[in-house]
């Protein structure tokens, strides 16, 4: 099991805001804040990292770019997350729908 990850991004106050926007449909909130890093954490009980799940860095982009997937629990919120997305500037990476693949 995949305890954190994260991503390098050119500009971590746009992507923070983006990800505050959009990944709070799927019950993330921001955990910590480190120097040039922001970390977001969906279900903080005490076994889980206290450093959060998924982070974001200030750095240069990585090349092959990374491709990250986040589980909604159901439809309705998958499309609210969607929504929120395009709302604060996301743009389609493929057709709209389940992946059950």
């Known amino acids: 099991m995949i305890d954190h990850t994260g991503i390098r991004v050119a500009d971590l106050s746009v992507s923070k805001d983006f990800c505050s926007k959009t990944l709070g449909a799927l019950g993330y909130t921001v955990c910590l804040e480190v120097g040039g890093a922001v970390s977001f954490s969906a279900r903080p009980t005490r076994y889980d990292d206290p450093g ?22 159901n439809e309705a919120q998958g499309n609210c997350f969607i929504r929120l997305a395009f709302c604060a500037g996301g743009k389609d990476n493929g057709q709209l729908g389940l992946r059950p693949h």
């Open 52 to 73: 959060g799940d998924f982070w974001l860095r200030r750095g240069a982009p990585y090349v092959p770019h990374t491709h990250i997937a986040f589980r909604a629990l």
